[in-house]
């Protein structure tokens, strides 16, 4: 199988080389990609073997590769979808006067709906959702444009307009917007070696004036931008169920797909999708509703990655190369936004970060000093964690104390504990809000009496610890380290691993939250 939607001429694919008008009428007759017209008949094929024949100036070729029609035509764009659209049955939004009611499903499966103008943008809406539902925080709430019955679904940006985004829905569909967090929305700016690993960097991104490509990536973000991406991908065959390997590039002016192995020359590219008219979307369950040979399926067309980090790659790039320095416009307002609600939560204190965080030694008579040597600091928390034993036991020790009940019920009022979920929804709750290191939630362990699990998120995977209770003295206790380190509770446990790492990979700094609306 082969795969094709036309091919993009040559002169206007992105590439390092300079084209001089020369080299194109060289070429007078490059092959051009199909009209729009043509775009979203293709698109609307369903999944099923289709020879294409395109025309170009008058002569019909016949392509002897099976083109990779969209499996979803209802995500095209309203212009070329076959599918029945609200804006395209007499439910305009140009009316910028106009109210709109928006409804917005909770994680508990409750609804919320608002009124809004045309003009609202997703960002709008979440702070709007943030006020009425009584959030504990502010940061990183999105909405989530979620596609039921095709297990497909995507992060809005912020500055989409909500009322446009329903205007494309079917109007039979069970399409839905959800209010959850996304911690994960803007980490690429934060950590970009973790989206674009160097091997996914095209050689064509050229990493030339003595530039590493780590400062590459960074001075890319920095402008907007994004390098091209190149990698293998699996793509579902349209005749049947299975799935084949090709590599594909994905550069400004599309989506491509090599022919013949890696090769990225010009006869061996074939144009796949534009990135105008679509929106990449997750797929959820992909084994079990398409057959996917891993969990790691995403939906340009039907593609599946072999890990989340090649996923996460090539979804991160398309959001790059679609909205370019939008998305930066909206990372820096949100960031202005936290720092300005963080002012007025604390007043004139600064608002204290990971970063600002110093391992310090207040043995001395002279005072505090900083811990420079990175072996010292480490000995430092090992012997506080040993002090809050001797804590502990003191607080135990005096009289008409409660901490019998404390104990027991503290932890469930917490947003990070949620019961009685199974370690595979721990793992979903998670990736839907983020994968992001330092996310955590607290659950009751399935296998183990009277214990708990630690779910923690680490370079885009989810680790599970358990926590055991224990008695020493007489009195009841939480341990992850065979009894190193006691806890009279949970919370007290979240606590202490938000400041220390402790036997964790990273500290708790995210928790996984759901809210009611």
């Avoid at 007025?344 to 001395?364: I, N, Y």
């Avoid at 206790?477 to 402790?502: A, K, S």
């Amino acid at each position: 199988m082969s795969l094709e939607c036309g091919r993009k001429p040559e002169h206007l694919e992105e590439t390092h080389t300079n084209s001089t008008q020369s080299e194109r009428r060289s070429n007078p007759h490059p092959l051009t990609p199909p009209r729009r017209c043509e775009t979203a008949a293709l698109l609307a094929v369903p999944l099923i073997a289709v020879k294409v024949s395109i025309t170009h100036r008058g002569e019909s070729q016949s392509s002897s590769m099976p083109s990779i029609p969209n499996p979803f035509p209802e995500l095209c764009s309203p212009a070329h979808s076959p599918v029945p659209m609200g804006a395209l049955l007499g439910q305009s939004t140009s009316s910028a006067g106009a109210t709109h009611v928006v409804k917005v499903y909770g994680e508990d499966g409750r609804s919320r709906s608002l009124w809004v103008h045309a003009g609202t943008t997703a960002r709008d809406v979440s702070r709007m959702l943030v006020q009425t539902a009584h959030c504990a925080d502010q940061e990183s709430w999105a909405l989530i444009e979620l596609h039921p019955a095709l297990g497909l679904e995507r992060c809005l940006e912020d500055h989409e307009t909500v009322v446009e985004v329903q205007a494309t829905w079917p109007l039979e569909g069970d399409n839905r917007l959800l209010f959850r967090k996304n911690y994960a929305k803007y980490e690429f700016f934060k950590k970009p070696m973790q989206f674009f690993p160097e091997h996914m960097i095209s050689d064509s991104a050229d990493v030339n004036k003595g530039m590493t490509s780590s400062e590459l990536i960074q001075n890319l973000l920095n402008s907007g931008s994004c390098p091209e991406i190149q990698g293998f991908l699996q793509v579902r065959e349209p005749s049947r169920k299975a799935w084949k390997r090709f590599c594909f590039f994905l550069r400004r002016s599309g989506l491509y797909c090599s022919t013949k192995g890696s090769s990225k020359e010009p006869r061996h590219l074939q144009y796949v999708a534009d990135l105008e008219d679509l929106n990449i979307y997750g797929v959820i369950d992909g084994r079990k509703l398409y057959g996917a040979p891993s969990d790691f399926t995403f939906c340009i067309k039907l593609l599946c990655a072999e890990n989340e980090q090649i996923r996460t790659c090539w979804t991160t790039a398309f959001r790059l190369f679609k909205y370019g320095k939008q998305l930066q416009c909206n990372y820096q307002l949100s960031q202005s936004i936290r720092l300005q609600e963080g002012a007025v939560r604390q007043g004139p204190k600064h608002s204290v970060t990971e970063a600002s965080l110093v391992a310090m030694d207040f043995s001395g008579k002279a005072g505090g000093r900083v811990i420079e040597n990175p072996k010292e600091a480490q000995h430092a928390e090992q012997e506080e964690g040993l002090a809050w034993r001797k804590k502990t036991a003191l607080r135990y020790s005096l009289p008409n104390t409660c901490h019998g009940s404390r104990s027991t019920s503290i932890h469930q009022t917490q947003p990070w504990f949620h019961g009685g979920v199974s370690r595979g929804e721990a793992q979903r709750l998670i990736e839907e809000q983020g994968l992001v290191d330092g996310m955590f939630l607290i659950r009751d362990s399935q296998q183990h009496a009277k214990c708990f699990v630690l779910s923690l998120c680490y370079k885009l995977k989810t680790k599970h610890y358990l926590i055991i209770p224990c008695e020493e003295g007489g009195r009841n206790y939480y341990t992850m380290d065979d009894g190193v380190t006691l806890f009279i509770d949970l919370l007290q446990l979240v606590e202490f691993h938000q400041i220390n790492r402790g036997i964790l990979p990273v500290c708790l700094k995210h928790p996984c939250v759901c809210v009611a609306l």
